[in-house]
T-cell receptor, first 115, second 115 residues
Framework: DAGITQSPRHKVTETGTPVTLRCHQT?????MYWYRQDPGHGLRLIHY???????DKGEVSDGYSVSRSKTEDFLLTLESATSSQTSVYFC??????????????FGPGTRLTVL | AQTVTQSQPEMSVQEAETVTLSCTYD???????LFWYKQPPSRQMILVIR??????QNATENRFSVNFQKAAKSFSLKISDSQLGDAAMYFC????????????FGKGTKLSVKP
């Protein structure tokens, strides 16, 4: 299994509070992604990173920010959590963004509940 | 924008039988990759099979095979000799040939396997 961990695995928080989710990898892969999974929507891209300090927005980036100061860590921050951000969040990594067999490896997910 | 459609929210199959899950996609790109991911109750995303658009030969991985029809933009997954452990959500995903590398997912099909 690819070395990807996410922390915390579960979190309950209140509306308006800041929340940071962490993704840590031991594979030294260049690309890292944050997705959210909601019933009836599959997984949707929030933000991604193509290198240290290089990030870009995805399909559902409103209300989220990210940072990547080291190759191994990719942080997702909800500056002021809302109930619509209740979801399961997945981190994924891949060695490159293109080319053959560019498999994405997924972390175990974080279930976030915003009350 | 690319889209992925899975028209079967739920499917059921008898153990040892064969089942086919449907997926269609829309794209104007000529270079892309298609994937099927399995998500068991543990929530872990597991890559089942992948197909490169430029390859005419359908991919096969043990009991799993695809029927890739590029002109029809169809990418169905066939599971042969279904086992109880195959029960899961199955997601079809598309990745374009560009450098961003993110996956675009369908909404998923929940597969039940009856003993």
């Amino acid at each position: 299994d690819a070395g990807i961990t996410q922390s915390p695995r579960h979190k309950v928080t209140e509306t308006g509070t800041p929340v940071t989710l962490r993704c840590h990898q031991t594979e030294n892969h260049r690309y890292m992604y944050w997705y959210r999974q909601d019933p009836g929507h599959g997984l949707r891209l929030i933000h991604y990173s193509y290198g240290v300090k290089d990030t870009d927005k995805g399909e559902v980036s409103d209300g989220y920010s990210v940072s990547r100061s080291k190759t191994e860590d990719f942080l997702l921050t909800l500056e002021s959590a809302t109930s619509s951000q209740t979801s399961v969040y997945f981190c994924a990594i891949s060695p490159t963004g293109w080319g053959s067999y560019n498999e994405q490896f997924f972390g175990p997910g974080t279930r976030l509940t915003v009350l | 924008a690319q889209t992925v459609t899975q028209s079967q929210p739920e499917m059921s199959v008898q153990e040892a039988e064969t089942v086919t899950l449907s997926c269609t996609y829309d794209t104007s790109e000529s270079d892309y990759y298609l994937f099927w991911y399995k998500q068991p109750p543990s929530r872990q995303m597991i890559l089942v099979i992948r197909q490169e658009a430029y390859k005419q030969q359908n991919a096969t991985e043990n009991r799993f095979s695809v029927n890739f029809q590029k002109a029809a933009k169809s990418f169905s997954l066939k599971i042969s000799d279904s086992q109880l452990g195959d029960a899961a959500m199955y997601f079809c995903a598309y990745r374009g040939g560009g450098s961003q590398g993110n996956l675009i997912f369908g909404k998923g099909t929940k597969l039940s396997v009856k003993p």
